[in-house]
């Protein structure tokens, strides 16, 4: 009798339609049960060699019967999970044309392992504050000095400005009013840094360093711009809150009657004046 030839023109052909023939459900209840006949059939050849040498506990144990029974029953158990014999993987790839898996994945994870992760939205930038400003305050012309020092701090002032919506102009005549531009300046209160944030307020604003430059920039414009929006952008009203707190602002309905505050918003308005030309 003459070998019949069979004619395949394309070798993936026969393995698709098998593997069309299971769900991903029906392929992980599948491995499973390849998996546990494994398992007996390797129970059984350990019941075989160990009935050859009296059992695993010896002819004359208590309970030996069933000590070996349990004791097969597990050995095979970990055989079959940790190094398999073979059995299994052969019976599954016969049925789905596929190797065994360990772990079969589902249609839903592979959807999520094929879907892109969106890209996370970028951040929009605060609007620009619309700040109401009185012009009438005359222009003060800070110190040399203290104009030198405060250029060094130029870029983070720019990049403050841009974050937080004020203009740079006014951080600068805050820095100026404040500590004159020194880093290591300290108040009685004990305000420090460039523009003399208080311990608690520092904490607010997520300053971790009141004595580095830049968080000390970021964190009192944060705060500055809190004000100027609580304060519909009046900007008199902001640095009055800036100076003797927002409590006393509300309490007085205005700028408080205090000779310090209105002498610190003058110096401040006649910074800005002079940066403004």
Do not use: C
Request: charged share 25%; aromatic share 8%.
């Amino acid at each position: 009798m003459e070998n019949i030839k069979l004619k395949i023109t394309n070798d993936h052909k026969h393995f698709s339609e098998v593997n069309n023939r299971f769900t991903s459900e029906e392929k992980t209840k599948l491995a499973k049960a390849v998996k546990d006949f494994e398992s007996l059939m390797t129970s059984m050849m350990l019941k075989s060699m160990s009935e050859t040498t009296e059992g695993m506990f010896g002819d004359e144990n208590l309970g030996g019967g069933v000590f070996d029974s349990i004791f097969q029953s597990e050995i095979a158990s970990y055989m079959t999970k940790s190094r398999s014999l073979g059995i299994a993987d052969i019976m599954y790839k016969k049925l789905t044309g596929e190797p065994l898996n360990p772990s079969p994945v589902s249609d839903s994870n592979i959807e999520k392992k094929i879907s892109e992760p969106k890209p996370e939205p970028e951040l929009s930038k605060p609007e620009k504050i619309k700040t109401k400003i009185d012009n009438v305050s005359p222009s003060v012309t800070p110190s040399s000095k203290s104009v030198s020092r405060l250029d060094k701090y130029e870029d983070y002032i720019s990049q403050a400005a841009e974050q937080f919506g004020i203009d740079k102009n006014i951080i600068k005549s805050v820095i100026l009013a404040e500590s004159g531009a020194n880093e290591k300046a300290v108040s009685v209160a004990k305000a420090k840094g460039l523009m003399q944030l208080i311990d608690s307020t520092a904490r607010s604003v997520g300053v971790n360093n009141v004595w580095d430059p830049k968080q000390n920039i970021f964190g009192g414009t944060k705060y500055l711009s809190g004000l100027l929006r609580q304060y519909n952008g009046d900007l008199k009203l902001a640095l009055a809150a800036y100076n003797a707190g927002p409590g006393n602002v509300d309490k007085y309905n205005g700028v408080p009657p205090f000779k310090e505050t209105k002498s610190y918003i003058t110096r401040v308005m006649g910074y800005l004046n002079h940066f403004n030309g």
